[in-house]
C-alpha cells in the first residue's frame, strides 16, 4: 500500500508535530516548568520517538504498520495533553500563564500540539481506511 500521500502527508505532520514540541519544551525550560519522570518517559516515548519511527516506516514496505503507529502516538497524545495543559490545575497548565512572549509560547503550542496530533490522527486513519 505505499503510497507517497500518505508518506508526504504523514512526514509533514510528524515534522511540524515535533517543531512544536521542541519549541513548547524550550518554553517550558524558560518558564521553568518542569515534568516528572514519568511524564518525560512519556514526552520522549510517545510523542517523539513513536512518530519519528512513524515517519520513517511511512517511506517503506511497513507504511501500514508506520500509519498505525502514527494514529496510535498521535491518539496517545490527546488526553495527555489535554489533561496536562487544560484540566490539570499547576504550572503546566495552559490557561494558567501569564504575559509575556514565552508564555504565549507555551499556550500557542500547547494548543498546536492538540491540532497536530489530532491532524496526525485523522490523515493516518484515513489513508489505512482508504487503502486497505
Known amino acids: 500500500m505505499k503510497t507517497r500521500h500518505a508518506a508526504a502527508l504523514g512526514t509533514a505532520i510528524v515534522i511540524v508535530y515535533l517543531l512544536t514540541i521542541f519549541t513548547h519544551g524550550a518554553a517550558h525550560a524558560r518558564l521553568a516548568i518542569e515534568i516528572s519522570a514519568a511524564q518525560n518517559y512519556f514526552v520522549w516515548g510517545v510523542m517523539v520517538i513513536a512518530p519519528l519511527l512513524a515517519l520513517m516506516l511511512l517511506w517503506t514496505s511497513l507504511q501500514r504498520i508506520g ?66
Open 67 to 132: 500509519l498505525y503507529l502514527l494514529v496510535l502516538s498521535m491518539a496517545a497524545a490527546i488526553p495527555f495533553d489535554l489533561y496536562f495543559h487544560f484540566v490539570a490545575s499547576g504550572p503546566d497548565n495552559a490557561l494558567q500563564q501569564g504575559s509575556g512572549p514565552w508564555p504565549a509560547t507555551f499556550v500557542v503550542t500547547a494548543y498546536l500540539l492538540l491540532l497536530f496530533a489530532v491532524a496526525g490522527v485523522f490523515a493516518g486513519a484515513w489513508f489505512l481506511r482508504s487503502h486497505p
